[in-house]
Structures are given as structure tokens and as C-alpha cells.
């Protein structure tokens, strides 16, 4: 037997691979050039031109650079998939440390990209991806693969720190701004339930609080903080799937890593941080761990309460989530039968993390119970669509379209798929059940199933299959990816119109704004370095009782007596800490168009009085504003809390 070694570059194969990426490299280098004239920015430049290469570089590589005539092994396509993501992983990493040195939006940065993106590509393409059939058939060679080999963890551990650096100031969204502020708050000594009145459990405010306290302890933003925090979650969550899966192959835990990757990075990059995504977080490790288990795979009891630990803090943050846990358990009885037992490290640690979790909601925070739950009962209304109208979402057709290519395989599908596929269907009823349609709510299903369904491109027969089912394949993998991708960060879309109503204010001044959407304010108010005086979020009880009073024309008694509480803590929140201006929303985009709320304020003669001392500044379309007189100012009554 030969023991000469395969070179790294055989100088055929070097030209061959030159002259494609000769091509490939105008394509995308030209494409990264007009993107940056036209105000594109590094990444959205970057991403498009290596994009429109990829193409042209897989087809003319498998055609003419690597000689084909023995046959390629099967899952070509996606192995070249992961060697693209290896490659320009290695990429993105040279384009931060350039903007971390200052460079920035430089045509020569990318070109040394490119010189890096290339070397590294050739060198998968050339020894994993076009290796012909007789390459890797030595039993020698797969038992060295299994044992020693330690790729694909280094490479996507590589993409998630080039995915932090180019992510650590992504823009959240408006509730996760709100976690941190109420984190801050508590930090402060405020009580939560009593001093603000948050109507979800606390359990995601618990999680944030150690986190806000690192920021100030490292005086960086807390969005930066709950960020780098999340990225953790994501880095266990992908070092306990990579050990779950410590006995597949290196393609295979490549494959799988890659996918989860992409489920928990890209896929929920609009609602990064949300309750929803870390629940996502949670879950993979948790499907891997239980398809062990319904494959009477050994697994050790520290990985299995590691995950279980993982994924309680995930289900947790909804009591909608428990579905999940449940189903995946039902499915596991079903499969084991007799030698099913409930007694293990990950149903220990949930069950424990439930109970723990209940009685410290009893003993930490009494209110929530005593206050906010009769208050979500009677006046939490408003917000809800009906269930054709929770149907009409674009990610929908992703899931029914998901659906089809999962149960035409039904058959087939190994146990980690089927456990992704039910539980992706767990949280599917979370997000009808809770019957709001929001695009976050859906999150968890999308990441689920595209987990489920992307790694069936490393087994899929494209040639033995009909040209829709391959399409349909096609589809419902990139499609979640190009949306998420399309829709970018969080953004805001009153934020321009709200700051500008404000340009005269200045930062640690109190701004106010009555509403009973959230979505007017924040995370603007906070961006813009503004007290928040009250201790809502929003007004959202005013949709139940404008509703209420339409239908039936009075309010009931408990409503009634609900309006004049939040009326009267409302002027106590503005006499503690007097805001410059007042911003009104008309109301017209809301689910009670018409609705005064002014008026409805004015029906306190406290409120009336104070009022008196604004007058009309400024008006946009749906917001007018309201600006303090300049000599006015309130004695401070006693005990107000300080706003942080």
C-alpha cells in the first residue's frame, strides 16, 4: 500500500480553480463595489457578491476544475455547502479584524478576503467536497475520521465568533430594550409588579438582571450585553449538540452544526433575543438529547442535565412551551414502550426547574399574582387577530410547504428530524394559541423546521425524485434564510417620526408618550437616552376598555375601577418625575380608531390640572406633542422612585 500522501494543491487543479475564480471574483468583487457606491455598507455588499459567485463557482468546478469521471460521494452538494461557510467564515473574520483596526468600507480589505475566502475554499473543494468515490472508502481512513477529527466544531465555533463580531450591535427589538430597562430599574431597587407593571411573568427580567449588572460593572451599552449573552446560549447550545452527536460522522455533526447555526443566528436576526428565540436556543440540544434516547443511545448524565438545564430556561419563559416537552415525551413513550422510564437527568432537571420557578414567583414576586394577573384577565384585549387572518403570514406557506417535504419522507426520517418536526408542530399551537399573528411568535417553528429539513440535502436523491419534490426541498431551505436575510435587524419604523418630535429634548430629560402601543416609543426612548417615567410600558388596557364601551356603552365596574387606578398612578408617575414633553397618539392605526386618549386622562381632575401646564408644540401624522411650560415645575411629592 502507498504511503505517498495526496498533496494539498495539484498545480492542474490550482490553475483550473485560478481560472474559475478569476471569473468568480469579477462577478463578485464587482458586485461588492457597486454595492458600496451605492451606500450598501460592508456586510449587505460582502454577502450579495459572494452570493451571486457561489452559482457560477459550484457549477464550473464540478464540471471542469476536479475530474468527475469516478463519481463524487453522495451529498456533494451540501458538503460544498460547508465548505463555502468554512471558507467564508475565514473571509468575514479577515473584514472584522480590518474594521476592528479601523479600516472601514475599504475596497482592499475585501480583496484580501477574497485571497483567503479562496485558498481555504480550494482546499475543502479539492479534499471534501469533489473527492471521488474510491477516496474515501478505506476503513483506516473513516475510523481515523471518527476518532480524531475535530473540523467541523473549530469551523463553526470560527463562524460564531465572525458571527459576534459583525452582530455585537445588532439593533433588538423594542420588548428586549424594555427587559433590560426593567433590569436596570430592579438593579436601582425598584419592585417589579409593584413599582412597574409588566404584565409577563419574571422569569426573562431575572435572566436579564445579572446581565445588565455586567454592563454597568463593564460600562458598555446593555443592548451589547444581553448580545454577547445570547451568543453564549447559542455557543452551549452548539457545544452540547455537537457532544450529543459525538458519535455521527464529521460530515454529518458539520452538517447538523451548520444548520443549527443558521436556525439560531440568521434565522430569528429581526427578533434577536426574544423570548422566542432563546426558547429556539433551548430546544435543539433538547431534540438531539431525546432522539438519543429514542435510538437507545448511552448518553451521560451530566450532558443530558446540562441540556435539560438548557432547555428549561427556554420552555419556561412561556407557559405555552410546556407543549413542547410534553409532546417530544409522548413521542418518546410511543417509541420506547416498556423500556420508556421517566426518571432521567433532563426530566429531573425540568421538573425541578418548575417547581423551583413556581415557588419563586410565590415567594420573590407575590404581586405578579395579586396584581397583574386579575389586571391581564379583565383588561388584556385589543392585540388579538382572528385565526384566517394568523394564517395570512408569508412564514406560514414556509411551515405548510416544510410539512409536505417532512411527511413525503415520513418513512425515512431519522429520529433527530421527526423530534424537530414535532416539536417545530408544539410550537406552531403556541403561536395560534396565543392568536396575535406577530412575526416573533413564529420564530421557534421556522428555526425548527428548518433544522428538520435542511440536513435532508446531505441524504436527498435528486436524480430519483420528481422536479417539484427537489424544488420543494430547495425552497423550504433557503426561503427562511433569504426572508431573514432580507429583513435584517430590528428596525423601528415611527422611530424617525418620534425623534424628530423630540429634537429639542435633551438626553436624562423624562419624555412621555400616551399610547397604547409600545411599538410608538420604544426602543426610541431609550436610543435617545430619555427617562421613562412611567411605570407601564404602554397603555394597552385602554383597547379592552374603548372596546368595552362601544359594545355595551359604560364600563364595568372592575374596568371602571381599572381606569381610574391607572389614571391616578399616571399622575403620581408625572409629578415624580416631570417630563418635558408629552406625546399623544391619535390612535388611528390602533384596533379603536377614535379612541381619545387624552380625554380619557382628562376625565382625572389631577391629571386635568397638570395637564393645563403643556401646551400643543408639534404635530405628524398620528402623534401630536405637548411641551412643559418653562416655569412650570412641581414640588417632587415624597417617596418617588428614581429612573435609571
Keep these: 500500500m502507498s504511503t505517498r500522501s495526496k498533496p494539498l494543491f495539484e498545480l492542474q487543479r490550482v490553475l483550473r480553480y485560478g481560472a474559475v475564480g478569476l471569473l468568480n471574483t469579477a462577478l463578485g468583487f464587482g458586485i461588492i463595489l457597486a454595492l458600496l457606491k451605492l451606500g450598501f455598507g460592508d456586510f449587505m455588499a460582502n454577502v450579495t457578491g459572494f452570493a451571486a459567485g457561489l452559482l457560477l463557482s459550484f457549477v464550473l468546478n464540478s464540471l471542469w476544475t476536479f475530474d468527475r469521471t469516478a463519481g463524487y460521494q453522495p451529498g456533494v452538494v451540501w458538503r460544498y455547502a460547508i465548505s463555502f461557510a468554512i471558507a467564508y467564515a475565514a473571509n468575514l473574520a479577515v473584514v472584522m479584524a480590518a474594521r476592528a483596526g479601523g479600516i472601514v468600507d475599504n475596497p482592499l480589505t475585501h480583496l484580501a478576503g477574497i485571497g483567503v475566502y479562496s485558498i481555504t475554499f480550494y482546499l475543502g473543494s479539492a479534499h471534501f467536497v469533489f473527492v471521488p468515490r474510491s477516496g474515501l472508502q478505506s476503513k483506516e481512513r473513516r475510523d481515523y475520521t471518527l476518532s480524531t477529527e475535530r473540523w467541523p466544531e473549530a469551523a463553526i465555533f470560527l463562524g460564531l465568533l465572525a458571527a459576534y463580531l459583525m452582530l455585537r450591535n445588532i439593533a433588538v427589538s423594542l420588548d428586549v430594550v424594555w427587559q433590560m430597562w426593567i433590569a436596570r430599574q430592579m438593579l436601582g431597587g425598584a419592585v417589579l409588579y409593584r413599582d412597574i407593571l409588566e404584565l409577563n411573568p419574571p422569569l426573562w427580567f431575572w435572566m436579564a438582571t445579572p446581565v445588565e449588572w455586567t454592563a454597568q460593572a463593564l460600562d458598555i451599552p446593555s443592548v451589547q450585553a444581553i448580545v454577547a449573552a445570547v451568543f453564549l446560549l447559542i455557543a452551549a447550545a452548539l457545544a452540547l449538540l455537537s457532544i450529543l452527536l459525538t458519535d455521527t460522522s464529521p460530515a454529518t455533526r458539520a452538517t447538523l452544526l451548520v444548520t443549527a447555526f443558521l436556525a439560531?443566528?440568521?434565522?430569528?436576526?429581526?427578533?434577536?433575543?426574544?423570548?422566542?428565540?432563546?426558547?429556539?436556543?433551548?430546544?435543539?440540544?433538547?431534540?438531539?438529547?431525546?432522539?438519543?434516547?429514542?435510538?437507545?443511545?448511552?448518553?451521560?448524565?451530566?450532558?443530558?442535565?446540562?441540556?435539560?438545564?438548557?432547555?428549561?430556561?427556554?420552555?419556561?419563559?412561556?407557559?405555552?412551551?410546556?407543549?413542547?416537552?410534553?409532546?417530544?415525551?409522548?413521542?418518546?413513550?410511543?417509541?420506547?414502550?416498556?423500556?420508556?422510564?421517566?426518571?432521567?437527568?433532563?426530566?429531573?432537571?425540568?421538573?425541578?426547574?418548575?417547581?423551583?420557578?413556581?415557588?419563586?414567583?410565590?415567594?420573590?414576586?407575590?404581586?405578579?399574582?395579586?396584581?397583574?394577573?386579575?389586571?391581564?384577565?379583565?383588561?388584556?384585549?385589543?392585540?388579538?387577530?382572528?385565526?384566517?387572518?394568523?394564517?395570512?403570514?408569508?412564514?406560514?406557506?414556509?411551515?405548510?410547504?416544510?410539512?409536505?417535504?417532512?411527511?413525503?419522507?415520513?418513512?425515512?426520517?431519522?429520529?433527530?428530524?421527526?423530534?424537530?418536526?414535532?416539536?417545530?408542530?408544539?410550537?406552531?399551537?403556541?403561536?395560534?394559541?396565543?392568536?396575535?399573528?406577530?412575526?416573533?411568535?413564529?420564530?421557534?417553528?421556522?428555526?425548527?423546521?428548518?433544522?428538520?429539513?435542511?440536513?435532508?440535502?446531505?441524504?436527498?436523491?435528486?436524480?430519483?425524485?420528481?422536479?417539484?419534490?427537489?424544488?420543494?426541498?430547495?425552497?423550504?431551505?433557503?426561503?427562511?434564510?433569504?426572508?431573514?436575510?432580507?429583513?435584517?435587524?430590528?428596525?423601528?419604523?415611527?422611530?424617525?417620526?418620534?425623534?424628530?418630535?423630540?429634537?429639542?429634548?435633551?438626553?436624562?430629560?423624562?419624555?412621555?408618550?400616551?399610547?397604547?402601543?409600545?411599538?410608538?416609543?420604544?426602543?426610541?426612548?431609550?436610543?435617545?437616552?430619555?427617562?421613562?417615567?412611567?411605570?407601564?410600558?404602554?397603555?394597552?388596557?385602554?383597547?379592552?376598555?374603548?372596546?368595552?364601551?362601544?359594545?355595551?356603552?359604560?364600563?364595568?365596574?372592575?374596568?371602571?375601577?381599572?381606569?381610574?387606578?391607572?389614571?391616578?398612578?399616571?399622575?403620581?408617575?408625572?409629578?415624580?418625575?416631570?417630563?418635558?414633553?408629552?406625546?399623544?397618539?391619535?390612535?388611528?392605526?390602533?384596533?379603536?380608531?377614535?379612541?381619545?386618549?387624552?380625554?380619557?386622562?382628562?376625565?382625572?381632575?389631577?391629571?386635568?390640572?397638570?395637564?393645563?401646564?403643556?401646551?400643543?408644540?408639534?404635530?405628524?401624522?398620528?402623534?401630536?406633542?405637548?411641551?412643559?411650560?418653562?416655569?412650570?415645575?412641581?414640588?417632587?411629592?415624597?417617596?418617588?422612585?428614581?429612573?435609571?
Excluded at 435539560?308 to 413521542?331: D, I, N, Q, R, T
Excluded at 423500556?339 to 420557578?357: F, M, Q
Excluded at 419534490?469 to 435587524?489: K, M, Q, R, Y
Excluded at 395637564?611 to 417632587?636: C, G, H, M
Design 264 to 644: 439560531l443566528v440568521i434565522i430569528p436576526i429581526q427578533e434577536f433575543a426574544q423570548r422566542e428565540h432563546l426558547a429556539a436556543i433551548g430546544a435543539i440540544p433538547y431534540l438531539a438529547l431525546i432522539a438519543r434516547r429514542a435510538d437507545n443511545l448511552p448518553t451521560d448524565w451530566k450532558v443530558a442535565a446540562a441540556t435539560g438545564l438548557l432547555a428549561a430556561s427556554g420552555f419556561a419563559l412561556k407557559h405555552y412551551f410546556v407543549l413542547v416537552p410534553l409532546l417530544l415525551e409522548l413521542w418518546l413513550i410511543y417509541r420506547l414502550r416498556r423500556n420508556w422510564t421517566p426518571v432521567r437527568a433532563e426530566t429531573a432537571i425540568l421538573s425541578a426547574g418548575a417547581a423551583s420557578y413556581g415557588v419563586a414567583v410565590v415567594l420573590l414576586a407575590p404581586d405578579f399574582l395579586t396584581t397583574m394577573v386579575p389586571m391581564v384577565s379583565i383588561a388584556y384585549d385589543g392585540y388579538e387577530v382572528s385565526f384566517l387572518k394568523q394564517f395570512l403570514r408569508p412564514f406560514i406557506a414556509v411551515w405548510a410547504l416544510s410539512g409536505i417535504v417532512l411527511w413525503q419522507q415520513r418513512s425515512t426520517l431519522p429520529s433527530l428530524t421527526f423530534a424537530s418536526a414535532l416539536a417545530a408542530l408544539a410550537f406552531s399551537f403556541a403561536y395560534f394559541a396565543q392568536q396575535k399573528g406577530w412575526r416573533y411568535h413564529s420564530v421557534p417553528t421556522t428555526a425548527l423546521l428548518f433544522f428538520a429539513v435542511a440536513p435532508l440535502w446531505q441524504r436527498h436523491r435528486w436524480r430519483s425524485v420528481t422536479l417539484p419534490a427537489n424544488a420543494a426541498l430547495v425552497v423550504c431551505t433557503l426561503l427562511p434564510l433569504i426572508v431573514s436575510l432580507a429583513a435584517g435587524p430590528y428596525k423601528n419604523v415611527t422611530e424617525a417620526t418620534v425623534r424628530d418630535l423630540l429634537r429639542d429634548s435633551r438626553p436624562g430629560t423624562a419624555t412621555m408618550m400616551l399610547t397604547a402601543h409600545p411599538t410608538n416609543f420604544w426602543p426610541t426612548v431609550e436610543k435617545a437616552g430619555l427617562k421613562w417615567p412611567s411605570r407601564y410600558f404602554a397603555f394597552w388596557m385602554v383597547l379592552a376598555m374603548s372596546e368595552h364601551e362601544k359594545k355595551y356603552g359604560s364600563l364595568t365596574p372592575e374596568l371602571a375601577a381599572l381606569a381610574n387606578d391607572i389614571r391616578r398612578q399616571t399622575v403620581e408617575d408625572l409629578r415624580c418625575n416631570v417630563p418635558d414633553i408629552i406625546l399623544v397618539d391619535d390612535f388611528r392605526l390602533s384596533k379603536s380608531p377614535g379612541f381619545d386618549i387624552l380625554e380619557f386622562f382628562r376625565e382625572d381632575k389631577d391629571f386635568e390640572r397638570l395637564f393645563a401646564n403643556y401646551s400643543l408644540d408639534r404635530k405628524s401624522v398620528i402623534y401630536t406633542s405637548y411641551k412643559k411650560a418653562a416655569d412650570w415645575q412641581p414640588e417632587r411629592p415624597v417617596g418617588c422612585r428614581t429612573i435609571y
